[in-house]
T-cell receptor, first 114, second 115 residues
Framework: NAGVTQTPKFQVLKTGQSMTLQCAQDMNHEYMSWYRQDPGMGLRLIHYSVGAGITDQGEVPNGYNVSRSTTEDFPLRLLSAAPSQTSVYFC???WGQGTNQPQHFGDGTRLSIL | AQTVTQSQPEMSVQEAETVTLSCTYDTSENNYYLFWYKQPPSRQMILVIRQEAYKQQNATENRFSVNFQKAAKSFSLKISDSQLGDTAMYFCAFMKHARDDKIIFGKGTRLHILP
């Protein structure tokens, strides 16, 4: 059971480039989400999905797009990378949206924008 | 590899009581950070408190305090005078110092504050 798999683990981009962070889970979880972790701050929710075909914005959605074409995959796209998007990104999944369901986190993607 | 273990999947306490959430971790590092995150129904992960391993003094934030036992690799969270708004999932997390930003989370403890 692989759990939540994020790729790549590290990435360096130039300002203006685009890229997609991949997230896949093999637990048939309905709920998936993307967070960013910045020094001295808690995880901030970027986008989330309550099921295939459904996505919604979190706290800091600007500059990011998501899609949920399958239950397993929830990619995060940076449209035009900016230095302010340098961060560590975490994908998470759970059975449902309520807090009674534990979240499973991926290992994170460390992204640097030059 | 570092691991973080939260042995209490779920807890319930009465409002105004004090509750302690357990966390143990395993690492060979000497310098690192430890965190407690709260996740309310909004799903946002809120940083409750953090501890730097080189500091012996336990961190405190209002009603939240930690008992950091470095030798025992234990990092428990105490919530005093618990409130209904404290109901949430709580995650313990570990991060190596400085250059490695990877955070390792425990599985979480679901805390219910009962009226």
């Amino acid at each position: 059971n692989a759990g939540v798999t994020q790729t790549p683990k590290f990435q360096v981009l130039k300002t203006g480039q685009s890229m997609t962070l991949q997230c896949a889970q093999d637990m048939n979880h309905e709920y998936m989400s993307w967070y960013r972790q910045d020094p001295g701050m808690g995880l901030r929710l970027i986008h989330y999905s309550v099921g295939a075909g459904i996505t919604d914005q979190g706290e800091v959605p600007n500059g990011y797009n998501v899609s949920r074409s399958t239950t397993e995959d929830f990619p995060l796209r940076l449209l035009s990378a900016a230095p302010s998007q340098t961060s560590v990104y975490f994908c998470a999944s759970s059975w449902g949206q309520g807090t009674n369901q534990p979240q499973h986190f991926g290992d994170g993607t460390r992204l640097s924008i030059l | 590899a570092q691991t973080v273990t939260q042995s209490q999947p779920e807890m319930s306490v009465q409002e105004a009581e004090t509750v302690t959430l357990s966390c143990t971790y395993d690492t060979s590092e000497n310098n690192y950070y430890l965190f407690w995150y709260k996740q309310p129904p909004s799903r946002q992960m809120i940083l409750v408190i953090r501890q730097e391993a080189y500091k012996q003094q336990n961190a405190t934030e209002n009603r939240f305090s930690v008992n950091f036992q470095k030798a025992a690799k234990s990092f428990s969270l105490k919530i005093s005078d618990s409130q209904l708004g404290d109901t949430a999932m709580y995650f313990c997390a570990f991060m190596k110092h400085a250059r490695d930003d990877k955070i390792i989370f425990g599985k979480g403890t679901r805390l219910h504050i009962l009226p």
